[in-house]
């Protein structure tokens, strides 16, 4: 396992899910965490909550580790609070080393009933958020001449999936930001790389079992496919993969695509 100690990354979605999984899996490697997640409840889509007794049991279980936990009320969509969460950071921890780009949503709908709420939400979500964040962010590590920047996309980031064509423009986007970003920030020793999940066991699919009136594993097993015999991955399984990605074994991979995806892309 690599050693993050003296190391510093910035999660956003970081209160539940893969975010929590990986801001825990860093932490325990020596990391120290500026942990963002929603400071109020957003009106669509309906499972996403305010996220603050989620962020306080986090950072009760990062300092159980002996490590520090900042932790960043905001919207990825609101510059105002990723500037401010950006600055309170480096105010804190005086770098930031590792960007995790995982806030997201996802929610069905047809095209031809599809609404520009949901089509605005998802592409300003995870597509213009991570943009903002990085934004704020990147400016720290040109100045440091390093960095990690990982991006979390989908298995819908290298496929098509059924009425979810907003989710699926919204994560190609991430991927096509990933090869962008690599190429412009590679003068300044900052590597950039996305991740591609099949489904993951999160609370995310206990929302969008909500709103499908189905059971949460109902909604995996549709929506899966997988290779191997499972409907999903384990969060855990995403923080391995970040924290190789994120570590200095990783030092000349840039711009690529990694899947996690129990073969679906092979079927
Ligand atoms: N769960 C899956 O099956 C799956 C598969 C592949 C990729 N992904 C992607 O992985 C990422 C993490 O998803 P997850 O499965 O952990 O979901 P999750 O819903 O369990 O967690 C997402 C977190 O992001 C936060 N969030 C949502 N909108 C936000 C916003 N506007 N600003 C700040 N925080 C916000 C939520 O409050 C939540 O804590 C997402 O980008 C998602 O699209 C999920």
Redesign the pocket.
Known sequence: MSDFTGKVAFI??????????CALALAKEGADIAA???GVK?EYPA?????GG?LLSLRAEIEKLGRRCLLCL?????DAAITAAVAQTIAAFGKIDILF??????AYAEIDVMTDTEWD?RI???LK?PMIVARRVVPHMKAQKSGVIIN??????LRGGNRLSH?VA??WG?TGLTKAWAIELVPYNIRVVS??????????????AAMEGLTTIEI?ER?AGNLQPVP?VE?ED?AEMVLYLASDKARYITGSQFLLDAGLLSV
């Open positions: 956003t979605g970081a209160a539940r899910g893969q975010g929590r999984a963002l997640d929603l957003i499972y996403a909550h305010e996220a989620d905001g919207d990825v969509r609101d780009n995982n806030a997201g949503i996802c939400a300003d979500i995870n958020g979390n996309s989908s298995v819908m980031g989710y919204s994560k991430l991740i591609h999940p099949t489904g993951v066991n999160t609370p995310m699919n206990d929302g969008l995996a929506s999903w969060p995403v």
